[in-house]
């Protein structure tokens, strides 16, 4: 079963506004990633942010997370039209071993209208 | 550095016919590579995990004799869709990680599959 869960599960705003979108997961994780998949297209590792750590920052993107409450958030800062695209946090288990199955949530698709 | 090609980027197939995917690590020894499946609108579902000269671990739910891959090299995994129908329609996509890459995976573009 899917572990993440996102939401919303789509979001439409203005360019230059400012987008978030939140991703929810049930077990404990060794860290917590956030892809991005234009229609049709592969996916683009965005950031990835381990289980000890809180905020991570990459240009105008800005990830948290909460083990506490096993959650994560991605923060996309003056958005532009051609940030339109779905985007998907993947948890990576916390179960050892040297071959980490990522679990993929079901996606926020953001429109960022010009 | 850690690109990952898939071929064919899309194909067509009649019902009942086999079709193979290839994804190839271009720039870096793969000794892991993941084949996910993705319907329309849909999240990516991993199907199966390959390791270089071991045979594939599946997924539950995932039948092995219908989904071949074989990881014959260190650039070079395959997906064989056998007997193929039309509900096996679906975006394929595979991924590769490698030794120094702490577990990153990096992602094939993907290959659009259309059964008639």
């Known amino acids: 079963s899917q572990q993440g869960e996102e939401d919303p599960q789509a979001l439409s705003i203005q360019e230059g506004e400012n987008a978030t979108m939140n991703c929810s997961y049930k077990t404990s994780i060794n860290n917590l990633q956030w892809y991005r998949q234009n229609s049709g297209r592969g996916l683009v590792h965005l950031i990835l942010i381990r289980s000890n750590e809180r905020e991570k920052h990459s240009g105008r993107l800005r990830v948290t997370l909460d083990t506490s409450k096993k959650s994560s958030s991605l923060l996309i800062t003056a958005s532009r039209a051609a940030d339109t695209a779905s985007y998907f946090c993947a948890t990576a288990p916390n179960s050892g071993g040297s071959n980490y199955k990522l679990t993929f949530g079901k996606g926020t698709l953001l429109t960022v209208n010009p | 550095g850690a690109v990952v090609s898939q071929h064919p980027s899309w194909v067509i197939c009649k019902s009942g016919t086999s079709v193979k995917i290839e994804c190839r690590s271009l720039?870096?020894?793969?000794?892991?590579m993941f084949w996910y499946r993705q319907f329309p609108k849909q999240s990516l579902m991993l199907m199966a995990t390959?390791?270089?000269?071991?045979?594939?671990?599946?997924e539950q739910g995932v039948e092995k004799d219908k989904f071949l891959i074989n990881h014959a090299s260190l650039t070079l995994s395959t997906l064989t869709v056998t007997s193929a129908h039309p509900e096996d329609s679906s975006f394929y996509i595979c991924?590769?990680?490698?030794?120094?890459?702490?577990?990153?995976?990096?992602f094939g573009p993907g290959t659009r599959l259309t059964v008639l």
């Open positions: 720039d870096f020894q793969a000794t892991t």
């Open positions: 390959s390791n270089e000269g071991s045979k594939a671990t599946y």
């Open positions: 991924s590769a990680t490698g030794t120094g890459y702490n577990n990153e995976q990096f």
